[in-house]
């Protein structure tokens, strides 16, 4: 960030990002104008002691404008810092409200005729640092209001018993220089701000981006780059969320495994890329054919498993004939089957059972296993459900 006299640049926001800020900051700033206004409104009416000892002429005039009337417009401005208000409304009426005490004092210093009045008038910077450090308003704010305070002053000083030209300038040695060092602590505090607030933002978007490629990770790490089906840690990962959160359908399990004919064949015969594109077409058909709650996933090269859970047999061989003919109504040539299905098809091989501990995804693969191999002895483009202690179904 470049640096002027010292003096770090204000940070450019967006419009939106300001917002933003003021937004974020809005409870602390409430919280610190409350506690500033507190302490400076004590040290206001405590002054009145000072006035009592410097300034005896003056008592009454003094007591009227601290207690009669500063005391319960200050009230008032606690009351309204404390609703819910925009802050920088807030400020705003703070420092108006630090801007007519400065008014208020000068009237009671002007009216004066005590010697003590000129060494008193010092304590104008007190003003200064109350609308600029105290109030912790922006830096333009609190630039707008030093002018101001400025210009007060420095009328009001013409008309103080004793004043003189000299007078005017050794008080000027001590108040400019007040002036400009509020000022630039204010300048400082606001661009302290600024940057704290972008380092958060930009602190929240690497967590958001982190975050975002950690859920990516998670994702591409369960599923197949290829046809973008889960993989077989997806599908671990799906056994053990239907264990874990639907133990009832984990009872009635319809496990299906597809395998495409011939497929070494057509790779061999067309390449891989074709090979890749086979699977993906046949991936995609058979996604579709299934219903949206049957995870399907590629189990290896050219075999594909899907699992339905809260199923039957009936459902099983539902399931498997859609998927034959799903793949099968693609029409994909395939010349070197070396049988009479001149087409890319699939053999499906389905088991139904209980998923519900460890070990029975195993024996339930094992059954369709065995069914699949039997569907394809059937000479492929067929299914078998298997089902235990039963008959196993076949359709070709």
């Known amino acids: 960030m470049m640096r002027w006299l010292g003096l770090p640049a204000r940070p450019r926001l967006t419009v939106e990002q300001y917002a933003a800020f003021l937004e974020s900051r809005a409870p ?34 003094s ?32 420092i108006l409200v630090a801007l007519f005490a400065n008014v208020c004092w000068c009237v009671i210093l002007v009216s004066s005729s005590s010697p003590g009045v000129l060494t008193y008038f010092y304590a104008a910077t007190s003003f200064q640092m109350a609308i600029t450090i105290a109030a912790a308003s922006p830096f333009r704010p609190a630039l707008r209001a030093s002018i101001f305070t400025f210009c007060l002053n420095y009328s009001a000083i013409w008309f103080i018993e004793g004043a003189t030209p000299s007078y005017v300038i050794q008080h000027l040695a001590v108040y400019m ?3 400009i060092m509020t000022l630039l602590v204010s300048y400082q505090l ?7 607030h972008l380092q958060m933002e930009e602190n929240e978007a690497l967590k958001r981006e982190l975050s975002r490629q950690n859920k990516d990770l998670a994702r591409l790490s369960v599923t197949d780059p290829l046809t973008r089906l889960s993989n077989r840690r997806g599908t671990e990962m799906e056994l053990t969320r239907l264990m874990a959160e639907t133990p ?17 064949a057509y790779n061999d015969a067309y390449g891989h890329g074709a090979g890749d594109d086979c699977l993906k077409r046949v991936a995609r058909a058979m996604r579709r054919a299934l219903p949206i709650e049957a995870h399907l996933a590629r189990h290896g090269g050219e075999e594909f498993v899907a699992i339905m859970a809260d199923a039957d047999p009936d459902t099983a061989a539902a399931l498997a004939e859609s998927l034959r003919r799903a793949v099968r109504q693609l029409g994909v040539a395939h010349a070197y089957t070396g049988d009479r299905n001149a087409h890319v098809t699939i053999s499906v091989g ?21 069914a699949l191999y039997a569907a394809k002895g059937d000479g492929r483009n067929s299914w078998r459900v298997s089902v235990p202690d039963e008959a196993e179904r076949v359709v070709a």
């Open 63 to 94: 007591a009227t404008l601290r207690f009669g009337v500063m005391l319960p417009i200050a009230i008032g401005l606690l009351a309204y810092i404390g609703a819910d208000h925009p802050v920088e409304k807030k400020e705003i009426a703070a």
């Open 190 to 196: 606001e661009v302290e701000a600024l940057t704290s």
């Open 248 to 264: 009832d359908a984990a009872r009635r399990v319809v496990l299906l495994v597809a395998d495409v004919d011939h497929f070494k």
């Open 28 to 61: 602390l700033r409430s919280r610190m104008l409350r506690a500033a206004v507190f302490c400076v409104l004590v040290f206001y009416l405590g002054c009145f002691l000072f006035d009592l000892w410097l300034l005896g002429d003056v008592t009454m005039l």
């Open 177 to 179: 220089p007040t002036v």
């Open 350 to 370: 389905a088991a139904c059972g209980p998923i519900q501990r460890e070990g029975d995804f195993e024996r339930l693969l094992d059954a369709a296993d065995r």
